[in-house]
Structures are given as structure tokens and as C-alpha cells.
Nanobody, 127 residues
């Protein structure tokens, strides 16, 4: 099981930037995918971005393409989500997750295959 702890959330104005971090424990070779998901009050969980731990292939939801970047630093056991040009609709609790494989449907990351989840970090964007 992989332990994950997110940080870096906060409140920003529209157009601003934040970088989320997710510190994870050492994982075995069965963990093939890391990802970021978000959930706003009253809405379903949404896949934001995911990355294959080996090949480094990345996937993004259409709503964040060109604005968000997912990256992994294996030396630091940290997953990042750089978020630029933030919009009020990006307001949500953001969770990182580790899983057996990356599931992508119509180009968007899905939660299928993710086993371990962090507690989340809140991002609030004001207009």
C-alpha cells in the first residue's frame, strides 16, 4: 500500500497559479500510475491528470489541458501538479492517488485502477 500526503493548496484569484505536491512512500513495481483527481461540493470526482510511472506518459482532462502539468520526481518521491491560469471552476479538493494502471476514457483520466488515495488539499479560486 502506498501512503500519499498532499500539500500546496490555498486560495488564489483567477489567473493565478499554484503547485500541488504529493509526497508518496516507496512503491513496488505493481504501482504503474500516479494521478490527481478533484471533487467539488455536490459534484462527482473528476480525473485531472495522470502519469505512467515508467514511461512517463501523461493524460489530462480537457478542462485543464494547456494549463496544468503533472510531473514526478522519483528522487524526492514526490508527484506535482503545476496549475496555471486558474479559474473559479477549478475550485475543489484535490487528491493524489496511486494505482495499478492508468485508465483513460476519451483522453480523460479515470479512477479505475487506483487503489491508494491521499486525504486531499483544498484549492479555492476566486473571480
Amino acid at each position: 500500500q502506498v501512503q500519499l500526503v498532499e500539500s500546496g493548496g490555498g486560495s488564489v484569484q483567477a489567473g493565478g497559479s499554484l503547485r500541488l505536491s504529493c509526497a508518496y512512500s516507496t512503491y513496488t513495481s505493481s504501482t504503474k500510475c500516479l494521478g490527481w483527481f478533484r471533487q467539488a461540493p455536490g459534484k462527482e470526482r473528476e480525473g485531472v491528470a495522470s502519469i505512467y510511472t515508467g514511461a512517463g506518459s501523461t493524460y489530462y482532462a480537457d478542462s485543464v489541458k494547456g494549463r496544468f502539468t503533472i510531473a514526478q520526481d522519483n528522487a524526492k518521491n514526490t508527484l506535482y501538479l503545476q496549475m496555471n491560469d486558474l479559474k473559479p471552476e477549478d475550485t475543489a479538493m484535490y487528491h493524489c492517488a496511486a494505482g495499478f494502471f492508468c485508465t483513460v476514457v476519451a483522453g480523460a483520466p479515470k479512477a479505475t485502477g487506483f487503489r491508494d488515495w491521499g486525504q486531499g488539499t483544498q484549492v479555492t479560486v476566486s473571480s
